[in-house]
């Protein structure tokens, strides 16, 4: 006699075969004075207030870094690097990419995770207030732990700033790191669901 799975059956089937949540470690920034042990390199001036990290570029190559652990779950692989900033034109004073300033450009930005160095392809999003939300992909480092990570807030471009990036200011709201499970992880999970399924019966 043929057999329907029953609601209950199909609910439980189907999360188990539904992609697996990604894992993301978020730097909020949101405590004045707590720079969640990121450091910095070629800034001055460098504070966090009012939910963000600030500094003047000391030359064209202003770094953010973190040299803390950042784990890896089992089965796991990174995707991105993604961070909101915006950036004050030293010459103009305006946000670029406001009215009557430079447009945003990500010529000269750099991301780097374990020495494995980003510095093109990356995704820029108007997000408000002439912020830009920068997305960097990191799915070529290995699948192990991050024990080094930086981020370059600001580029030192020419076509960025109009004035290159010396002098120029920069507030970054938030850093996250993303990594999803393997394929082969979700394909295991889904195995198990239809194998309890299929005891249950």
């Known amino acids: 006699m043929k057999r329907n799975l029953s609601l209950s059956a199909l609910l439980t089937l189907s999360s188990f075969l539904a992609p697996l949540a990604s894992a993301t470690v978020v730097f909020g920034f949101n405590t004045d004075g707590d720079f969640e042990q990121w450091t910095t390199l070629n800034v001055t001036d460098a504070t966090v207030a009012g939910g963000t990290i ?78 830009y939300t920068i997305t960097a992909d990191i799915s070529a480092i290995p699948d192990v732990d991050i024990t080094t990570i930086r981020v370059d807030p600001i580029g030192g471009a020419l076509s960025n700033s109009g004035s290159e990036t010396t002098g120029n200011t920069f507030e970054v709201d938030f850093i996250q790191v993303n990594s999803v499970p393997e394929p082969s992880a979700a394909l295991l999970g889904g195995m198990a669901g239809l194998l309890l399924l299929r005891r249950r019966r």
């Open 54 to 131: 600030n500094g003047t570029a000391s030359s064209n190559d202003p770094q953010l870094k973190y040299e803390q652990t950042l784990v890896l779950g089992a089965g796991e692989s990174w995707t991105t690097v993604v961070y909101r900033v915006r950036e004050t034109d030293s010459v103009s004073g305006l946000y670029i990419g406001s009215a009557g300033a430079p447009a945003f450009s990500p010529v000269g930005l750099v991301v780097q995770a374990n020495g494995v160095i980003v510095s093109s392809g990356f995704t820029t999003v108007p997000s408000g207030d002439d912020f």
